[in-house]
């Protein structure tokens, strides 16, 4: 019984596999080529000699080195985010490789799932309950979504507010999304432990209770005003050091005022790849910097060196950061590698928790 199981389920992973890579490429073209659907001549239309492009390349460097220190400063600024976020007081250092090996994860293995990661092994290595890692985790990225949604807004008054005028209504839904997340994320943390203890009260649904005390105190810097305010104010650093580095590449390609424009294209970044465990991630990257260079006045060759040259500069610069810590953690590879099977093992984790009395 259970080899059909099993094979099924590679089968399943293969596809998805597959459908992802395909998607990717489609995706990923559209920073080079138009597609002509039209079915009168060829379907790929080149946007731009590619030769010439690769020899333009290596003018962008002047740029391309700050980009990617200020990206590789994300690791140690989300370190000192974290802490505000968790009750347990956790070590800088403990935090920083932490929060190194999830880039590492996020950046050099399928899924994006180094968040998941960075809460499974502080589980692991600090003895906090996954649910309780995650629940802070969340609380930082929606926190840096929240102070992301600023910048985009005050960007309306820089010199693209002419520019931005024609995506008020997706920034409106953004907005929206960032204020109904950061309203259910407060009842959770308000009303998540009370349920559990009137689900223990009655002797029903151990699990649950225990999964919703944990994620009670997981999001507990959520119950006060204070506790949001101070993760807001910690989450201003590395969202401001992405967005400034996403505005030098814009600067560097030549458009006027992309200082200012850092955020924009940030937050395009962060709203299409929002869900984990996307298997087109690469592709949505380069159809939504392009895009969005594209839209702000950049060349088409310009848009795709930004597309390019950011995507390189993010995977080296964060990779090499955490795969030092990967190797001072004295992680294998081969572990890491596992990718979605860090999930499974988490949740058996906290199936295991769910059987304990949960901590007062």
């Known amino acids: 019984m259970r080899l059909p199981n099993a094979g099924g389920r590679t089968w399943l992973k293969v596809l998805g596999a597959v459908v992802g890579l395909v998607l990717s490429v489609l995706l990923l073209s559209t920073a080079f080529f138009k597609w002509n659907l039209s079915g009168a001549g060829d379907l790929l239309i080149p946007r731009f000699p590619l030769r010439q492009f690769i020899a333009d390349l290596p003018g962008h460097l002047v740029w391309l080195v700050p980009f990617m220190l200020l990206q590789a ?12 976020t968790l009750r347990k007081p956790i070590p800088f250092k403990e935090r920083y490789h932490l929060v190194g090996i999830g880039v590492f994860v996020h950046n050099a293995l399928p899924g994006k799932l180094g968040e998941v990661t960075r809460a499974f092994l502080l589980a692991r290595t600090q003895h906090v309950p996954f649910i309780r890692g995650l629940g802070s985790v969340g609380v930082c990225k929606l926190m ?20 931005m005028a024609h995506f008020q209504g997706q920034l409106k839904v953004a907005i929206s999304l960032c204020i109904g997340l ?20 009655r002797h029903s649904l151990p699990r649950v209770e225990s999964f919703l005390s944990h994620v009670g105190e997981g999001l507990g810097t959520a119950r006060s005003f204070k506790g949001m305010a ?17 505005g030098l590449a814009l600067h560097g390609i030549g458009i006027p005022g992309g200082l200012f424009a850092g955020a924009v294209v940030l937050g395009a970044i962060s709203l299409g790849q929002a869900l984990p465990g996307v298997p087109a991630g690469m592709g949505i990257y380069y159809f939504v910097t392009s895009w969005a260079a594209r839209s702000l006045g950049a060349s088409p060759e310009a848009a ?11 995977v080296l610069s964060q990779v090499s950061v955490g795969a030092l810590s990967v190797h001072h953690s004295k992680l294998r590879i081969r572990d890491l590698r596992k990718g979605g099977r860090l999930a499974n093992a988490a949740a058996h984790h906290v199936a295991h928790e769910a059987v304990e009395p949960a901590p007062p």
């Open 73 to 84: 400063s994300l690791v140690p600024l989300r370190a000192v985010q974290w802490q505000a």
């Open 144 to 163: 840096e979504f929240a102070c992301l949604m600023l910048l985009v807004a005050l960007s309306f008054l820089g010199p693209f507010g002419m520019t």
């Open 182 to 201: 950061v309203a259910l994320v407060v009842l959770l943390a308000h009303w998540a432990a009370p349920l559990g203890r009137w689900l223990h009260k």
């Open 230 to 246: 101070k993760v807001f104010f910690f989450s201003i650093f590395p969202v401001s050091a992405s967005a400034l580095a996403y």
């Open 304 to 314: 795709a060196a930004f597309a390019t040259l950011t995507h390189l500069g993010t």
